[in-house]
């Protein structure tokens, strides 16, 4: 028995009113010898896992024996009670009282029936429905405190006949609401069901009580009837039903409380320290407790690891992390993270040490999926991580908002490069007017030589070999582009006809109709680009004849090199180089060419100013993007609660981009007011291109003449990397009115994991030892309170050494680690569970103090451990 509870607490219903055979109002039509069968049988279907036996006035040791024998087989846990009619009101008063059966029927002993027999002295036909004891519910109380056992009470059917909201009503149940006695052992109401009365209840009260259901049968075809009631426990014992009873808003509820969420379910290992071990986990709040060095953190680092989760950029010690590793699985070992998604569907995540992790469905196979695909931002936090936090505010962010800005930065990322192109191909023509003068210069200078030639008549006796070398280029110039552009138009189109051919097997359950026709489209699609295919064919042909032409030119060209030399000996002038004459030809063709050539792209750098202040202005676009995801989140955090109060200012962080100046203009002869010039002046290095090559350059006013020309060098030297940095935004967070970084080790430590704490969109929570440089007021006051409100939405995995977080935390699943043969051991179990108390108080730092402290939030459990 208790199986069900391997991964801790969990709900389990309840039925605090049920009657058996041995009530006078209860008919059983079966077989007497299947009676306790059937009766099991019942509460089994009905998923009623803990229930009450509270027949009126009477309890039947024997019958609930059996009974109990029957339930434990069945995982199911039977508490003895009885349904005891008090002296109050009109009619009397049902009261359902429960009795821990450890004290009150110990040692054979039947200390039930010794407390009816005192409270019905003198009273005949006690069994009757009707009769009523001679005690009021004060008195009754009384008495039961009086044998000094543990026991609780609810009150039945408290709306109906000889219920207590019915009999009683306002100024009565005010004043009995006023006892001590009462409020501590009257656990519960069952069976409310006007809404308005809750609130009267409360105001009568001045305080708030469990509603709990029962469903009274009166026959076994009856249990489980009517509304349900669950309880959240850890263990089948009297002590859980009766602690779950007390935390009202965090373990009572009218409605199945279903997960919702992604959460690991177990870890296994093979190999090394924890060879052939498996540990299982909650779904809420998981505590690995033991003493230094007992391995709680190796197991962590574990779970970081087979989930493949990254360290972090503020993570400290991350060899002596990695060590943890390999000193618990060995080089060999493998992990296996069984994972439950929030539609109960099962993964299992494979990692064996220094390879990649592999997921699995339940069938076992390899689904190629990534982890965020089912775990939603897992965050880690190592030892020592958190204390480090408050250095790179903007890596905390990113680490809780995890993938919701991930289709951002791709399309930042996607910008950049685009962005990038732009300006290497800008950077390539922002000379163009000094090319085209230098192309001029080359023109006036070959011009000015060739007069010389001119005036002798040399240009006309060589004209025709001026024509062959002009012919010459011409041709070469042909070949050059004409194979380029065929290269381009044979591999697109293949590309192209392949990416389009995979279009056509998409196939829908409901619009086939349209994707027909769409089809028929994609078609006409591809058959046009065969036709442009065959196309190719041709182009390709006529490609294929230039080498053809090119030898027929060269051919020609040789048979007039005799020609063309007795040209040249029949120029008989000394002061003339006959071969410098087609030099200069050839030079002046060139350049004519190159101009015409520069001419076009001034045209194209025009284009690519636009599209290079477009992508500015996209990219920013973009980054502000990323910046109102932060805002969002940030926004979140500071409506949670009031204590922590976090500002972020877009590209605000001035400081860092000044350093970053510093760092990347080193050597440039620029001084400190130059630097904090071009900080404050320019939001980033976007903006300081801009102005440089693309608007006013007041950029050239700013710095001395002596420097401006190293300092665009650097630039231009570093344009890739200084492009791609994005000023960082600016991260403020004050913790109770004050910067963060004016407060304690402490108190920072307390913000940031307040900070933590506050997130929703995370499905896993793992820290190592959250409570360093914490005191036990900060870890209940802040910790406790965030993780009693957040356990419900968010899977927890701490490592720790203070028993608040356990205790006062109500932990789910506690896991005791310790070293025993150089194995790391483990037990686990719920706070609910005495051995696991004891072992808190054994192991943990104030794990007295803290069941102490519980106890007097709870009012409740006497611990004699």
């Not at 002009?470 to 582009?481: G, I, S």
């Not at 044979?490 to 097997?505: A, D």
């Not at 006062?808 to 706070?831: P, R, V």
């Amino acid at each position: 028995m208790g199986e069900i509870f391997k991964n801790g607490s969990k709900w389990i219903r309840t039925d605090f009113h049920l009657h058996t055979d041995e009530d006078k109002e209860f008919k059983y039509s079966g077989e007497k010898q299947n009676y306790i069968n059937d009766y099991v049988s019942k509460l089994k279907s009905e998923h009623i896992r803990i229930g009450a036996i509270t027949n009126h006035n009477k309890f039947n040791r024997y019958e609930f024996n059996k009974l109990r024998k029957e339930a434990e087989n069945n995982n199911i846990l039977l508490i003895p009670g009885v349904e005891l009619s008090v002296a109050d009101g009109a009619n009397g008063i049902h009261t359902l009282i429960m009795f821990n059966e450890d004290e009150w029927l110990e040692n054979g002993e039947d200390r039930i029936n010794q407390f009816l027999d005192s409270v019905f002295l003198g009273i005949s036909n006690r069994e009757n429905e009707n009769a009523r004891c001679k005690c009021s519910i004060i008195e009754v109380i009384r008495i039961l405190e009086s044998m000094n056992k543990d026991y609780f009470i609810i009150m039945a059917h408290i709306e109906d006949r000889c219920g207590f909201f019915k009999e009683l009503r306002g100024g009565r149940i005010s004043e009995i609401a006023q006892e001590k006695i009462f409020v501590e052992n009257v656990l519960g109401f069952q069976k409310l069901r006007t809404y308005d009365n809750i609130t009267k209840l409360r105001d009568w009260m001045g305080y708030d009580i469990a509603f709990v259901e029962g469903s009274d049968p009166k026959s076994i075809e009856q249990i489980g009837k009517g509304k349900h009631c669950y309880l959240k426990v850890g263990d089948y014992s009297f002590d859980s039903v009766k602690f779950a009873l007390k935390d009202i808003h965090n373990r009572v509820s009218c409605n199945f409380m279903p997960n919702n969420k992604t959460f690991i379910r177990s870890i296994a290992f093979e190999g090394g320290k924890l060879d052939g071990k498996e540990i299982h986990f909650a779904e809420n709040l998981n505590t690995l407790i033991g003493i230094r060095g007992s391995g709680k953190s190796s197991l962590l680092e574990l779970i970081r690891y087979g989930l493949n989760i990254n360290f972090g950029s503020n993570s400290t010690d991350m060899d002596y992390k990695k060590n943890l590793i390999k000193n618990a699985i060995t080089s060999s070992g493998k992990i296996i993270v069984n994972i439950v998604d929030k539609h109960n569907k099962h993964y299992k995540i494979e990692r064996i040490f220094e390879h990649e992790p592999h997921i699995l469905n339940e069938k076992g196979e390899e689904l190629g999926i990534s982890l965020d695909t089912i775990i939603k931002n897992p965050l880690y936090f190592g030892q020592g991580d958190l204390s480090q936090t408050d250095k790179c505010e903007e890596a905390l962010l990113d680490k809780l908002i995890g993938n919701s800005n991930k289709e951002v930065l791709r399309k930042i990322q996607n910008k950049k490069l685009e962005l990038i192109d732009n300006i290497n191909k800008f950077m390539r023509l922002k000379d163009i007017e000094e090319d085209i003068r230098e192309n001029e210069t080359i023109i006036n200078n070959c011009n000015h030589n060739l007069k010389l030639f001119k005036k002798h008549g040399v240009e006309k006796k060589l004209n025709d070999q001026v024509i062959y070398s002009n012919d010459k280029l011409h041709l070469e110039n042909v070949v050059t582009v004409l194979k380029k552009h065929y290269r381009d138009i044979e591999g697109n189109i293949g590309e192209r006809t392949s990416e389009i051919m995979e279009l056509l097997n998409y196939s829908s359950e409901i619009n086939n109709d349209i994707l027909n026709e769409l089809n028929k489209t994609i078609s006409d699609f591809i058959g046009a680009l065969n036709k442009i295919s065959c196309q190719v064919e041709v182009i390709e042909n006529l490609v294929d004849r230039i080498p053809e032409i090119e030898e027929n030119f060269n051919n020609k060209l040789k048979s007039m090199e005799e020609e063309f030399a007795r040209v040249k000996r029949e120029i008989n002038i000394p002061e003339l180089d006959i071969s410098d004459f087609m030099k200069y030809n050839n030079k002046l063709e060139t350049a004519n060419k190159d101009i015409a050539r520069l001419e076009k792209q001034k045209d194209e750098r025009e284009c690519l100013k636009t599209s290079i202040k477009s992508n500015v202005r996209e990219l920013n676009n973009l980054y502000l993007e990323e910046f109102n995801i932060y805002s969002r989140e940030i926004d979140k955090v500071n409506n949670e609660q009031d204590k922590l109060q976090i500002s972020i200012g877009f590209k605000d962080d001035k400081e860092k981009f000044l350093e970053h100046v510093k760092e990347n203009f080193k050597g440039s002869g620029l001084r400190a007011s130059n630097h904090l010039d071009i900080s404050e002046k320019y939001a980033d290095y976007l903006e300081m291109f801009l102005d440089i090559y693309l608007q006013e350059n007041k950029f050239k006013e700013m710095i001395p003449d002596n420097y401006y020309g190293k300092v665009v060098e650097l630039f231009e030297l570093n344009i890739q990397k200084l492009i791609e940095y994005k000023t960082p935004n600016k991260i403020s967070i004050n913790y109770h009115n004050k910067p963060l970084a004016q407060h304690s080790i402490g108190q920072r430590a307390s913000a940031l994991i307040l900070f933590v704490l506050t997130q929703k969109d995370n499905d896993l929570i793992i820290i190592d030892q959250p409570e360093d440089d914490l005191d036990n007021q900060v870890i209940y006051k802040e910790l406790i309170t965030n993780l009693q409100q957040k356990k419900n939405d968010i899977q927890f995995i701490f490592a720790t050494h203070n028993a608040n977080i356990p205790v006062l935390g109500d932990a789910e699943q506690i896991i005791t680690c310790y070293y025993k043969d150089d194995e790391i051991n483990i037990e686990s179990g719920s706070i609910d569970k005495r051995d696991i108390q004891k072992r808190v108080i054994k192991i943990m730092e104030g794990g007295r103090d803290a069941f102490n402290r519980r106890n007097e939030i709870y009012k409740l459990w006497k611990y004699n451990l």
